[in-house]
C-alpha cells in the first residue's frame, strides 16, 4: 500500500518517488509513505464456488503527503471504497495495487480511514517462492503469505515493517472451523453459516495474517507439568486426532527449552493447525503453525519441524525483519532453535549438529551471502544452516552464560518489533562485550566458508 506522487513525464515513475517500494525483494509492494495501525477485517468465503466477499476496514497515519493512495490487492475486486466516512468516486485497479484518489490530499501526520469491499475467487501468488498466499485445499483453506501472499485476500501494505492489530472475522460453512490469529472472541452459529471473529492484538506484520478453514476439532495439549506454559492448542480433522497427540506431544516441553533460551513466550497461545491434505513444508504465522500429516510422526526429520516453526514465534513473528534481506534473523535462528532442542532432547548435541551442517556446506558451493541473499536464495537451505552456524559461532567466543544473556536480551528490547542484523550486532556488542561485527561478517557477508567454529 502507498501513497503515489504525480507519475514523472511519459507515464513512467522514478524509484525515489513515495509509491516505490521500501524492499528490493518485493518490488511494488508495500511503501513506508504511511503505516497502518489496525485491521478490521470481514470475510464472507462460500467454499464450493471459492467465493470471498470481503470488507476491510484500515486505520491508518499518513506520513508523507500524497494525492493518492495505493493498496496491495491482487486478484480481487474492489466495489466501494470510503475514506473517512465518505464515499471515495474515483479509484481504480492496475496489475496489484488498488489506487485511491481522495478529494483532497493527505498531509503528514492526518489519521484517516479506509473502508473497502471488494470480492472475487481468491487464489495464491506465483513468484520466485512458489505459490503464496489463499490457497484451496481438498476440502478447506490454507493461506501461507511469506513473503508477498497477503494481498491475495485482503487490501493492505505488505511489507514486514509494518506491524499492525488485527480483528478478523470469517464467515463460512457450517460443520467448517475458521482458524486464524490471535484468541478467539466469539462464535455465531445460524442455520448454514458460522462466523468465526479473532483478535490478535499484538503488532503483526501482513504476511503472518492467515485465515484457515477445515473440518476441525480442537485439543489442548496438556502443558501441567511446564511452568508458566500458555494454553496450546491443535485444530485437527477427527480422523488425524491420535497422530497429532502423538507427534505433538513434546511441544510442550519445547516450548519449555525455549523459553529458558530466549525468554517468554510472546503471545497469549499456540495453536498447531493439522491440514488433512500433506503439504510440502510446514508453515508458519503469528500465534499458530500448519502441519500436514506428513509432519506427524516422532522422528527427528519432522520434530525438527515442530521446533522450527514454534520458535518462529519470538524470531520471524515478535521479532520481525525489516526488510527481507536480513531474513537470516528468522531462519538462522530457528535453526539454531531446532539444534538447540536436539540437545535438550537427547537426541544430537548443538555441537554435532553445528559440524554436520559445517560439512554439508564445506561440500557444496560458497557463492552466497546470507546477509543479502537475495529474493530468489532468500529461502535457500544455506542461509538457515549458515546462519545458525553465525549464532553457534558467536556462542563459541562469548560462552554459553554471555550467549543466552544476549538471546533473552534480544527478545525482550525488540519484543513486537521490527529487527536488523545491524540492530543485532550493536546488542551483541553491548551485552556480550566482544566486536561481534568482526566475528559475524565472514559467515554473513562473504562466499568462502570459515572454519567450523570449535570450544
Known amino acids: 500500500m502507498s501513497f503515489a506522487a504525480p507519475a514523472s513525464p511519459g507515464g513512467a515513475r522514478r524509484p525515489d518517488e513515495p509509491s516505490g517500494s521500501p524492499d528490493p525483494y518485493v518490488p511494488g509492494h508495500g511503501t513506508n509513505a504511511y503505516r497502518v495501525t489496525r485491521y478490521e477485517l470481514d470475510l464472507d468465503y462460500k467454499l464450493a464456488s471459492n467465493r470471498l466477499n470481503g470488507r476491510a476496514v484500515l486505520h491508518a497515519e499518513a506520513d508523507r503527503p500524497a494525492s493518492a493512495v495505493v493498496l496491495d490487492l491482487a486478484g480481487l475486486r474492489a466495489v466501494k471504497v470510503s475514506l473517512n466516512g465518505k464515499r471515495v468516486r474515483r479509484f481504480s485497479q492496475r496489475a496489484e495495487q488498488l489506487v485511491i484518489v481522495p478529494d483532497a490530499a493527505l498531509l503528514p501526520g492526518d489519521r484517516f480511514t479506509l473502508d473497502i469491499r471488494y470480492e472475487g475467487n481468491p487464489s495464491p501468488r506465483r513468484g520466485f517462492w512458489g505459490e503464496v498466499g489463499w490457497e484451496e485445499l481438498t476440502d478447506g483453506v490454507l493461506v501461507a503469505g511469506q513473503p508477498n501472499g497477503a494481498a491475495s485476500w485482503f487490501p493492505c501494505n505488505d511489507h514486514p515493517q509494518h506491524k499492525a492489530s488485527y480483528r478478523i472475522a470469517v464467515t463460512t460453512d457450517t460443520n467448517y472451523r475458521a482458524v486464524c490469529n490471535g484468541l478467539l472472541v466469539s462464535r455465531k452459529t445460524g442455520s448454514s453459516r458460522e462466523t468465526w471473529t479473532y483478535e490478535q492484538a499484538e503488532p503483526m506484520a501482513t504476511y503472518l495474517a492467515t485465515v484457515q478453514i477445515g473440518r476441525y476439532d480442537v485439543l489442548t495439549l496438556d502443558t501441567t507439568a511446564v511452568p508458566g506454559s500458555v494454553a496450546q492448542h491443535v485444530a485437527v480433522p477427527a480422523a488425524l486426532a491420535d497422530a497429532a ?211
Open 245 to 455: 497427540r502423538r507427534g505433538l506431544a513434546r511441544q510442550p516441553e519445547m516450548m519449555q527449552t525455549f523459553v529458558n533460551s530466549f525468554g517468554p513466550y510472546p503471545f497469549q497461545e499456540y495453536t498447531v493447525v493439522v491440514a488433512e491434505d500433506e503439504l510440502e513444508i510446514p508453515l508458519e504465522a503469528q500465534t499458530l503453525s500448519i502441519l500436514g500429516p506428513n509432519h506427524l510422526d516422532t522422528g527427528w526429520e519432522s520434530q525438527r519441524l515442530i521446533a522450527h516453526e514454534l520458535s518462529h514465534q519470538w524470531f520471524g513473528n515478535s521479532l520481525t525483519v525489516e526488510a527481507w534481506s536480513d531474513i537470516w534473523l528468522h531462519e538462522g535462528f530457528a535453526c539454531y532453535a531446532e539444534w538447540i532442542w536436539s540437545e535438550a532432547a537427547g537426541v544430537m548435541s548443538v555441537a554435532d549438529r553445528a559440524a554436520a551442517a559445517w560439512r554439508k556446506l564445506d561440500a557444496g558451493r560458497q557463492d552466497l551471502m546470507v546477509g543479502d541473499p537475495g529474493p530468489e536464495l532468500m529461502f535457500d537451505d544455506r542461509v538457515y544452516k549458515r546462519g545458525a552456524l553465525a549464532l553457534h559461532a558467536l556462542r563459541i567466543r562469548c560462552g554459553d552464560l554471555a550467549f543466552f544473556a544476549l538471546l533473552h536480551e534480544w527478545a525482550a528490547s525488540n519484543r513486537h518489533g521490527s529487527v536488523s542484523t545491524a540492530g543485532f550486532i550493536q546488542t551483541a556488542d553491548r551485552v556480550a562485550g566482544i566486536d561481534s561485527e568482526a566475528l559475524l561478517h565472514p559467515w554473513l557477508f562473504e562466499g568462502a566458508l570459515p572454519a567450523l567454529p570449535v570450544r
